[in-house]
C-alpha cells in the first residue's frame, strides 16, 4: 500500500521531472496535489520537449492513471490546450488516463485578472506567475468558489460562473479601476470547457484508496517547493496552497501511515522566483554563472513566465527546516554538474540572528531578512562530472559537497542528477 512522494525542498524549480518521470514507470497512479499552471515542467517525449503547467508526468507512460486531485486550482483551457498537444503527440489523454478531482476548484479568466490588478495595488508585490492561483484560492477559503464537480451540469453551473465573473467584475472596476473580464465570452468558453472536461471528473479520492489497499503503487507529484508553503513558507511572499508532505495526503486523501518514502528534491544551489528574502543570494557574477545563459531549456528562466531566476548557494540552514517538516526519508540532488568549474563552494550551515549563530532558523520564515547566513566554504571541482553513473566515478571534492549536506540535514542523497539528459544521474546503492 504504498504511497510515495516527491516533494521540492526548496523554492521550487528543484527539477523535480527526473525523479518522478523515474517513479512513475512504476506507479498505477500520478497524483499533482497543489498548486495549478503557476507551475511548469518540461516533458521529453522522444526527441522533443513538452512544457506541460497542470498533467501529470505520467502520462508518459502507458497504464499509469493521472489525476488531478481536491487540492488544485485548475485552468480548464490550460488543461484542454495540454491534452491537445499531448494528443499531437499520439498519447491517449482519455478519461481512462486522466481522472480529476470533483473538489479541485476552477480559474476562470476573473481570477487572473483579479491577481494582476491586486499585485499592482500592492505595495510590494509579490512577483506571482499572474495565473489567478491567489485569487482561485481565496474564493476557495471563502467558500463561493467554483469546482470541478460544477462541470458536469451546464444549466446549474452556468449561473454560478456568471455570479463570480459579475462579482469579480464590479471589484475589478470599482475598486482596482481595472477592466473587467468579457463576460458573455468567458461563457461561451467554459460551455465548450464544461462538455470536454466532464467525463474526466471522477472519484479521485476512491481510485488512490482503493489502489493503496490493493497494495498498488501511488505517486504523489509536487509542484511548487516547501519554503512557498502558505503556512511554512517565506509568507507573504509564498503561493496560496501547501506543497508539503501535509498537503498532499490533505490534497489525496490519506493518512499518514501509507507514506513510504518523502523524497525531497534539492537542487545543488538555491535559487527563487519573485520576491522575498532569499538568505544566500549570490553576487550578480556568480548568480549569472549557476543561472546560465537562458538558451537550454534547463538554464535558470521561469517555465510558465520566462523571468531569470535568483540564484544563490545552497541554504543548509532552510534544508534543515524543510526537512523537519516534510520528514524526508530521502533527497534527489539536482544539477550537480553545474557547480563544476567553481573554484570555492559555499554552503549555508548556520544562521547569525541578534548577535547569536544558530544552526537551526531562528525565527519564523518571515524574519529572514534579518538573518546573516554563516558560510563554510567547500573545495570546488574542475571535472566534467556528466559522464558520471556511479557514485565512485564523482570527483572527491563532489562525494564531499553532498556528502556535506547529508551531515547537515541527516537524510541521505538516494539519486544525484549530473546533467540535463535523463540518462546523466546516479542511482546510489545505499
Ligand atoms: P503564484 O503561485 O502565482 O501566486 O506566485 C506566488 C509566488 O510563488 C511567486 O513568488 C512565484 O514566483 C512563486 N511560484 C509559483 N509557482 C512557482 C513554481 O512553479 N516555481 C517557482 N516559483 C513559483
Redesign the pocket.
Known amino acids: 500500500m504504498p504511497l510515495d512522494l516527491i516533494l521540492g525542498a526548496q ?3 528543484e527539477g523535480k521531472g527526473r525523479i518522478t518521470d523515474a517513479l512513475a514507470r512504476q506507479a498505477q497512479i500520478v497524483a499533482r496535489f497543489s ?1 495549478g499552471d ?3 515542467h518540461t516533458l521529453t517525449a522522444g526527441a522533443q520537449h513538452l512544457k506541460l503547467h497542470l498533467v501529470p508526468s505520467g502520462i508518459l507512460h502507458p497504464g499509469v492513471r493521472c489525476i488531478l486531485a481536491a487540492g488544485m486550482v485548475i485552468n480548464p483551457a490550460t488543461l484542454i490546450e495540454e491534452f491537445d498537444q499531448l494528443e499531437a503527440f499520439g498519447l491517449d489523454v482519455s478519461p481512462a488516463r486522466i481522472a480529476i478531482s470533483p473538489s479541485a476548484h476552477l480559474i476562470t479568466p476573473a481570477h487572473r485578472l483579479l491577481d494582476g490588478a491586486e499585485e499592482r495595488l500592492r505595495g510590494a508585490p ?4 499572474g ?1 489567478g ?2 485569487p482561485a484560492y481565496t474564493e476557495k477559503a471563502a467558500r463561493r468558489g467554483l469546482r470541478a464537480e460544477e462541470l458536469r451540469s451546464w444549466s446549474a453551473f452556468a449561473p454560478r460562473l456568471r455570479s463570480q465573473l459579475e462579482s469579480a467584475a464590479r471589484l475589478l472596476e470599482g475598486i482596482y479601476k481595472e477592466p473587467p473580464p468579457d463576460i458573455e465570452a468567458v461563457m461561451r468558453d467554459f460551455e465548450r470547457y464544461a462538455e470536454r472536461l466532464r467525463d474526466y471528473v471522477a472519484n479521485t479520492d476512491a481510485l488512490v484508496a482503493t489502489t493503496l489497499s490493493e497494495g498498488g503503487n501511488v505517486l504523489g507529484e509536487g ?2 517547493g516547501t519554503l ?1 508553503d502558505l503556512d511554512h513558507g517565506t509568507y507573504p ?4 496552497s501547501h506543497p508539503t508532505t501535509a498537503g498532499a495526503l490533505q490534497s489525496l486523501g490519506v493518512g499518514p501511515s501509507n507514506l513510504r518514502k518523502v523524497i525531497g528534491v534539492v537542487k545543488a544551489f538555491q535559487t527563487r ?4 528574502p532569499f538568505p544566500t543570494e549570490a553576487s550578480e557574477a556568480d548568480a549569472a554563472r549557476l543561472r546560465g545563459t537562458g538558451e537550454q531549456p534547463w538554464d535558470e528562466y521561469g517555465t ?1 513566465t520566462g523571468r531569470p531566476r535568483r540564484c544563490g548557494w545552497l541554504d543548509g540552514v532552510l534544508l534543515r527546516y524543510t526537512t523537519r517538516l516534510n520528514g524526508f526519508t530521502e533527497f534527489s540532488i539536482t544539477k550537480l554538474d553545474v557547480l563544476s568549474g567553481f573554484e570555492e563552494l559555499r554552503i549555508a550551515v548556520a544562521y547569525r540572528y541578534e548577535g547569536q549563530r544558530h544552526p537551526d532558523l531562528p525565527c519564523t520564515p518571515a524574519g529572514l531578512d534579518r538573518c546573516e547566513p554563516v558560510y563554510e566554504n567547500v573545495v570546488g571541482w574542475n571535472a566534467d562530472i556528466r559522464s558520471s553513473r556511479h557514485w565512485n566515478q564523482l570527483p572527491p571534492e563532489a562525494r564531499a559537497y553532498v556528502e556535506r549536506i547529508e551531515r547537515l540535514t541527516g537524510v541521505t542523497a538516494a539519486t544525484i542528477s549530473v546533467g540535463p539528459e535523463r540518462s546523466e544521474w546516479i542511482e546510489r546503492t545505499l
Open positions: 523554492w521550487g524549480d498548486g503557476n507551475a511548469g509579490i512577483g506571482t506567475t495565473r492561483i491567489g509542484a511548487q512557498l511572499y509564498v503561493t496560496s522566483v519573485g520576491a522575498g510558465t
